[in-house]
C-alpha cells in the first residue's frame, strides 16, 4: 500500500473507533438509571477489574500489551463514571440545563476556560461565557444573577493553595456544587519570529509565575509581567506583536490567539494539576448511589487542644478528612479559620451527628457544600 492509502485506512479506523466510543458512552449513561432505579454505587470495582483482566486476555494474542490496554481503559472508565455522575446529579436535582452561564477566570483560553468546557460539557448543551478579571468579580456575577455558576481554582500541585480564593469562600452566600481537577502543562509561547535568545519580558498570571519560578530564575535580564489570567498574557502577545515578549500557559490557549510553543514542561513539578470547585446560589444534593465530599469551614478558639477536640468528632464517626486548610481571620491577629474537606454526604447519619457535636464544642460553623467527589483512583489489576 502506498503511504496516503495507509493513512486514509487509518483514519477510517480511528472514525469507527469513535463512533464505538460514542455508542459505549450511550450504554453507560444506560447503566446510570439502571443504578439509580436500583440505588446502587456508580463504582463496582470488582466488575472493573474483571473487565480489565479479561481486555487484557482479549489483547494479548492481538499483540496488545496489558500497559497499553489498561491505560486505555482507565481513560475510558474514568469518563464512563463521571458520565454517570453528571447525569444522576443532573436528574436528582433538576439542573441537566440546555444551556448555563459559566463565570471562570480571563477569556477564551485560560486555564479556568478550559476547566469550564471540561466540567459544563457533562452538563449542558450549551455555555455562555463570562470571563472575569478577577475572583472576587467571578463569585459576584454569580451571586447577582448575572452567571449560574462559578469555576474557581483552588489548589494546584506545585504552587499549593489559591488563598485568595479560600477567603472569598468564608464570606459568599454561594455553595460548593461540584468540583475536578485538570492538568496544567505550562508551555513558553510568543510569535513566530520570536528568538528565545532575546526575549525581555515574560507575562503570566501570578500562579503560573509561581508554578514556573525554577524555570523563571535561569532567565536572566527578563521582566516578570504579571497578568490578571493566562489569556491577558496571550492577548498582550498578540496585540504588541513584539517577538521579544513572550507569555507562558497552555499550549491550546495560545493557538487561539495564533502564537508558537517555544518551550514546553516549564512547571516546578512534573505532574502539575489544578483542582476547581465550582459553586452555585443553590446547594444541591447528592444522591447516595455517588462518592461525595463536604467542605465546611470552622473557628475553633484558642484554648489549648480545641482543633484536636474537632478532629476526634470527624475520627470518631468514622469521616474521613481529605484536606485540612488554616487562614487567619481577618481583624482578628493571631486567630485562623479552618478549612476542612471531609469524604462524606452531608445527608449521612454519621456526617449529620458529626456537625451536630461540632456545633456544641466551636465558637462557629459554616457547611459551604456537599458535591461529588471526582477523584478517580484507577482500577489496579494484577496480571501474570
Known sequence: MELDEIRQAISDIDRQLLSLLSQRRLLALAVADAKLATNKPIRDQKREQELLVSLIEQGKPLALDAQYVTRLYHVIIEDSVLQQQA??????????????????????GSYSYWAAQKYFARRAGRIIEHG????????????TGHADYAVLPIENTSSGSINEVYDILQHTRLSIVGELTHPIAHCLLGLAQTDLSKIRQVCAHPQVIAQCSQYLQGLSQVKIEYCDSSSDAFNRIKQQQDPTIVAIGGEEGGQLYGLNVLTRDLANQKDNVSRFIVVARKPVTVAKALPAKTTFIMYTGQQ?????????????????MGKLESRPINGNPWEEMFYVDVFANLNDYAMTR???????????????????????EPTVVTTN
Request: aromatic share 6%; glycine share 10%; hydrophobic share 40%.
Open 304 to 320: 489549648p487542644g480545641a482543633l484536636v477536640d474537632a478532629l476526634l468528632v470527624l475520627k470518631q464517626h468514622g469521616i474521613s
Open 354 to 376: 458529626a456537625l451536630e457535636e461540632l456545633n456544641r464544642i466551636t465558637k462557629f460553623i459554616k457547611v459551604l457544600g456537599c458535591y461529588p467527589s471526582e477523584d478517580i
Open 132 to 143: 472575569c478579571d478577577s475572583f472576587n468579580d467571578i463569585v459576584q456575577a454569580v451571586e
Open 87 to 108: 447525569k444522576i446529579q443532573g436528574q436528582l436535582n433538576g439542573t441537566n440545563e440546555p444551556t448555563v452561564r459559566v463565570a471562570f477566570l480571563g477569556g477564551q
